[in-house]
């Protein structure tokens, strides 16, 4: 009898947890046993999963310890982490986990840290000759003011973002015509517009942490999904990017773009990405790149997040992997909802 394949995934209280879990288990092919950790104990992994650990925030620095110790006791095979903020502390060790027999499904510490830093990549999109927005790379008050009017501001809007961040953390639009008033009394709590005179008022002097302002980018949202060998995409294809809710998106189609593959594919090459990526795009600019899995588009016979696991395990080739592009449907949909659980504690 085969034995099954023990996957560790980290941050299982993740919005996409559960869904990705369920892909995991319902492979079609093999039995997979499921390890989930996360931060917090109400993980909706800790449900779902065949184990369930708490463990350091990602950016602890006993993090990468904690996750071997745990690697050992249930004897995982793979380690797929699905926080952005878990891939530093599991790229810098990943060579120990790989000592034990342990494969992590995460780029290498270069990789990550290019990836990771938004000034650098759209730099690089840029050498690359990929639609990218204009931008300045600034710190303190003053110097987001100026590159604001240097960029249009007040006759059009602007908007900036950390240089690192994620999950839209630290993202506004600065917009002279936004209506405060209409935002208290109309909107939900967490409206994204300001005016640049009330975004310098809040930014410190000098110094703080260096900020992207940017021309605003405008159009349907893509991104393209897939995985890679540090030299190129062994498997992905494109999707919308739709329906966002508190920063979420919630409905996805999948596309049939291969010329935006061709260009993903060079970025890939560049920063050296291995395993699981996913490229933002709105309208023509690249906006960014998250060097790990993110939502999925499942159907009945193409299953991404288990291909990706398969192949870093050594269970199919490259060839093989990449072969699975012919089952990719265009015009796949996914709709996300919210769902719950019940228990007794």
């Known amino acids: 009898m085969t034995p099954p394949v023990t996957i560790l995934v980290s941050a299982v209280g993740a919005p996409g947890a559960a869904r990705l879990l369920k892909g995991l288990r319902e492979n079609g092919e093999r039995e997979v046993r499921l390890v989930g950790t996360d931060m917090g104990e109400r993980a909706i992994g800790r449900h779902v999963c065949d184990a369930f650990h708490l463990v350091p925030a990602g950016t602890d620095p006993g993090f990468a310890d904690a996750m071997l110790e745990i690697c050992r006791r249930e004897r995982v095979d793979a380690v797929l982490p699905e926080s952005s903020f878990d891939l530093e502390g599991l790229a810098g060790a990943r060579e120990r986990f790989a000592a034990e027999g342990i494969t992590v499904l995460v780029s290498s510490p270069e990789a990550i840290a290019r990836s990771n830093d938004k000034g650098e990549t759209y730099a690089l999109t840029q050498r690359l000759g990929m639609p990218t927005p204009a931008f300045r790379r600034v710190q303190g008050s003053a110097a987001v003011a100026a590159a604001a009017i240097e960029l249009g501001y007040p006759d059009r809007p602007v908007c900036f973002k950390p ?179 019940e228990f007794d504690a």
């Open 163 to 341: 240089v690192f961040g994620s999950g839209s953390r630290g993202f506004r639009i600065l917009d002279p015509t936004v209506d405060r008033a209409h935002q208290l009394l109309h909107e939900k709590p967490g409206s994204l517009a300001l005016r640049l005179d009330e975004a310098v008022e809040l930014l410190p002097d000098e110094g703080g942490p260096e900020l992207l302002v940017m021309e605003l980018a405008t159009g349907p949202e893509r991104t393209v999904d897939g995985f890679a060998d540090g030299k190129r995409i062994v498997l992905g294809h494109a999707k919308t990017r739709e329906g966002v809710r508190a920063g979420l998106a919630m409905y996805f189609v999948t596309l049939d773009e291969p010329e935006l593959m061709e260009q993903c594919d060079r970025l890939i090459a560049a920063l050296g990405v291995e395993h699981f990526f996913n490229i933002q795009l709105i309208g023509p600019h690249f906006i960014e790149i998250n060097p790990r899995i993110s939502t999925v588009v499942f159907q009945e016979d193409f299953n991404l997040p288990w291909l990706g696991v398969k192949r870093a395990l050594g269970l199919i080739s490259d060839d093989e992997a990449a072969a699975q592009a012919a089952r990719i449907r265009p015009g796949r949909t996914a709709l996300r909802y919210f769902d719950q659980v």
